[in-house]
């Protein structure tokens, strides 16, 4: 990055199975009013250009970009709508600074998942109109085949898989935020009934409901306005075939791009040494684990015995989703991201609170459109401007 | 000082709608010869890419990679190979599906891409990643140019391999 | 165009050639049904259409009261003051003559849309609603309008439980 | 840090119809090969790509953006989708503009793409869901219902004939006639034509309106250094500009687009142009419906409020005029597929501003072109402006 970006704020509100005392405006405000105290600017004054993230269908609205605005203060203002994952909106939002015309960018996304009665419809009609919506498979289908060839091209097993959701949803108990704390065992996991074999219940996130806004800004006025701020040393997004037919199965290519192309930015030589921790995808369990391989955090095959070993937990030499991930958090639709670069933020400025790692320094957050996409985006963190050298 | 925030449960409140989306999807050149030679001939078609040295099933009219047209047409199948293979426990609206439905990744003899599709004619514990399987197409007056005109891959009969 | 391109792609069909079946099409439809909460603003503003009131909102900071009701003022961005009660009479600040349903049927009779900025609101704040009880070609512009509600039974907490605004006189 | 000048070197689009055979990922590589194809680049060169498309209801396919990635040329690239309603098509100038001048991408293809023929059986009807849910859409509210207020707003404000109004629905379909993609180019419509035309939602006429229609278009764009090694005449991105007004739509003064305005004058102060009646020599503002070029034009600062009625019967908006505007047809001549409509404004303006627009081509040497879209609810406007100068 010629000029340092960093992100001088967050807020967010939620996250929980439902939120039925506050409409979508009310929720994403709240969320909004906290970004803007915690970053210390005037929306109506200080902010030159916001990027929100949504999906028409998720929202019940066509042209959701009109319903934007107001509530995190970006009425008659530069404002934009990014449909993709939050970290697309960061990117946005970051190459806006880069430019040398905006100062101060904000980002938002959010979750009303709660509200919407016929998920699995709505996921169906993202699938080819011809070659495979006609067949009227769940979409869950789609994630029970990629976990199929990725087991059996990596070697991973069910209960490698299975200790995933024990240690996220463990993790979760100590993020107040987090909607699906649980203390389980491998085995309630493995028993859990069966969806779309390999996938079980209790490897499968749950959505919820939430709000989530970033303030980002660039380094002057990161110096002046912010006692920590996390630079946004890396940023890249990729995508693969959006058709099933030509896609790679069991590689999450899309993530070993964006990683390419964010640790090229960030000067990462060696990502398993230089990242501390990191907050990676995990809609479904083995995708944590196909995504810790496909960042290079680890070489194929070793995720799922890292994780048994524990390596990846909280006191792990590589904590992975000490949020609680989307399994523990709960799954965000276009807002997982921010999630997942929210928790980095907070354990870059020692502010995680009993989630806190010790001596970080660099961490990054990746995320996934889920199915039937191929689109993945990544961010490396630091709270130093140069990132310490190891 | 702010709205009095005080909502007590019975204030709640929802408004229920839905979006009324009615779609019809043309098939476009490539998918139009592509259906047409199920439809008609039970035949499967991909198209090569030379320049990658890829063949896509079904045919289309663009290589992703390279962006040349494709217009180089071959058949390939109907048999194939097993790539994965899922037991799907639930319908669309989230019920129970009794019997649960196989659907498969199959790479038909000849393509370099695989064909997502339905699985037949076998056991949940016999369905494995190697399987060998070929199109089991619907009789010629019920085929309607859908990818539904395969009713489903079978496995290959016991002495074809 | 660039005069070197001779030709530019994309055919297109007519309605008979794919109904006909002489090109080939496949028909879906999207099941999306929602609940979007209300929240509290947009829940006391139904409670309000229930009992027969239009509730507006007012910012102290702005001095403006405006409706529908927001928990937040998006001019200032400071959470609003309070509810305020606005008389179901306003005027007409524009309208349309339509013919055409939402799912584009001819009607002969017009519905008659219309912004109807209510007393009570300042700067001049509208709502969108329908007019009635009256010929299409006698409404006009800032012609003075009062709501006619379903019977009290009858409604529901929706925006519907106004009928229409028909013409009032003052007084 | 001076600005990393960024520059339009390629362009293609496909014809726009009324109900295009090819699929939307097709109708996508058909205009972005050929944008490819007009400045020699491949694939190969190609860095990021940018997707802009409106409502996914109209082509069908939810998360329309992926859906589109392939035959958008981002397959194993970064790509996103931007989607600021019918302010899409010309976003794409801003969203493509900070890929590159951020110094992350050298080369981005720009796509845009409508299908909305596939809405079935009526596009119009998807647009109910724009509205609000639960206090505006139990209305059953048409589309045309929130055009027709606004016209009749307008009219009301500054005292506009219908037949004023129409002159701009004759000035474009004529336009059109000369663009070989056009889906309604006449070149003999005339004024009673338009006024005879049946009403739909008065003062809204058929031929006030811009048709339903699939389409594609596609350009590139390259940072200064690379521009000039790919084309010899490189069209610079001198402005750009975006705003997006409240959603409280019943709360706004319908007769003037200020949301026009303030983007507008965010494209003006980074192109450095004081007078724009002097020195934006071609205007492609958005017009899905004839009354809103005028209303556009005011709000770009181009006419005095309620006068721009006055500067197209003088004549000053016609192709040979002294600001012509909508030389290409416009969306109610070439036709109106959301964000490929927005974009087709931005390629005529590489086209005109290279001498490359054949029989539309305006005469004299225009040296600096703006496109302007409007959408939502009466409520964004992007602005891109492009000239043949490098910027300062």
Redo the contacts between chains.
Sequence with gaps: M??PVAIIGVGWSGFRPVTPDVSYKELIYEAAVRAYADAGVDPRRDVDSFVTVS???HE????F??????QIG???????????DGL?GL??A???I????FRVVVVEGHSKASNILTLPH??A??M???LNRPLRANPLAVAGLEACRYMHESGTTREQCAAVVVKNRRNALRNPAAAFGADLRTEDVLVSEAVASPLARLEISDHADGAIVLVLADAETAGRLSPRPAWIRGI????????LESRSWARA?YAE??AA?AYK?AGIGNPAEEIQFAEVDDTYAYKELQHLEALGLCSLGRAGPLTVEGATAPDGCLPINVSGGSLGVGHLLEASGLARVLEVVLQLRGQAGSRQLGDVYTGLAQSW?GV????GAVAVLSNQLGGRES | MPLDPTLHADDLQA?Y?S??????????????RFFRAMKDEARILGTRCGRCSLTYVPGR??C????D?LTDWIEVGPSGTIEAVTVAYLALDGTLLDPPVLMALVRLDGADTVMYHRLGGVAASDAKIGLRVEAAFRPSEDRTGSILDIAGFRPLGVNET | ???R?A?????????EQ?EQGR?LSV??R?RAD?T?D?GLA?GL??DGLKAGVILGVRCARCDRT???P?AFC?QCFAPMDAFVPLADVGIV????????????KRIAE?LI???IDLDGTSPP??????LGGIAPDRVH?GMRVRAVWKPARARQG???DIRYFKPHRRG | ?S??RVAVVGAG???????????P???A??A???A?D?CGL??KDVGGVCIGS????FD????????????S?????????????GGTGV?LG??G???V????FDVVLVVAEEKM??????A???????????????????L??IF???M??YM?TYGISKRDIAQVAVKNKRNAAD???AMLGEASITVEDVLNSE??????QRLDVSPVS??AVAIVMAAEGVAERITDRPVWVQGV????????W??RD?AYP??VE??AR?AYE?AGVREPRKEIHIVEPYDPFDYKELHHLEGLLLADRGKAPELTAQGVTGRGGAMPVCPSGGLLGVGNPIAAAGLMKVAELF?QLRG???ARQVPGTPERGLAQAW???M??GTVTILGTQRPA
């Excluded at chain 4, 409106?54 to 209801?57: L, T």
């Excluded at chain 4, 069908?60 to 035959?71: F, I, P, T």
């Design positions: 010629m000029h999906e028409d269908f019940g609205t066509s042209i970009d009109e319903y934007v605005p107001d970006g009425a008659q203002r530069p404002v934009h709508t990014i449909t993709g697309h990117a946005a970051a190459m806006q880069l430019t040398g015309r709505i996921t009609y993202a080819d109109p011809i890249g997004w990729a995508n693969d075939s959006p058709s290519v791009q964006a192309m930015m459109r039937p996409t191929t689109s | 408004w709608g979006m009324p989306v009615t779609s019809r999807y043309t098939y476009g050149p490539a998918g139009e009219l663009f992703e990679r390279c962006f047209e | 165009m660039t005069q391109i030709s530019y792609p994309g055919t297109t069909l007519s309605e794919i090109v028909h879906d999207l929602y979007w209300a947009i503003y139904l405006v409706v529908p927001r998006e600040n524009t309208f349309s003559l339509c013919y055409v349903t939402w799912d584009v017009p849309p219309a912004v704040a509208g709502i969108m609603h329908l512009i929706a925006i519907t | 840090m600005m990393r689009m496909t014809r726009f119809v009324r109900r295009a055979m090819e699929t990922k097709e109708l590589w058909h972005a090969r050929m490819l007009s491949t694939l409106a409502p996914d209801a069908g396919v939810h998360m329309k953006g992926e859906y589109l990635s392939d035959g040329g981002a397959w194993g690239k970064p790509v996103m989708r931007s989607y600021v309603g976003f801003p969203h503009w900070y890929h001048a951020s110094g992350l023929s596939s809405f079935h059986p009526h119009q009807a998807a647009f109910l869901t724009i509205f609000d849910h639960t206090t505006e859409r139990p209305l059953e509210p048409n045309l219902w027709a207020l606004e009749n707003r009301q663009h070989p993609c009403v739909l939602a008065w003062p809204v699939d389409g500009g975006w705003n997006l007004d409240t959603a409280y019943t709360n319908l200020e949301y303030r983007a965010m980074m086209w490359e627009a054949g959408g939502d609810l409520q964004v």
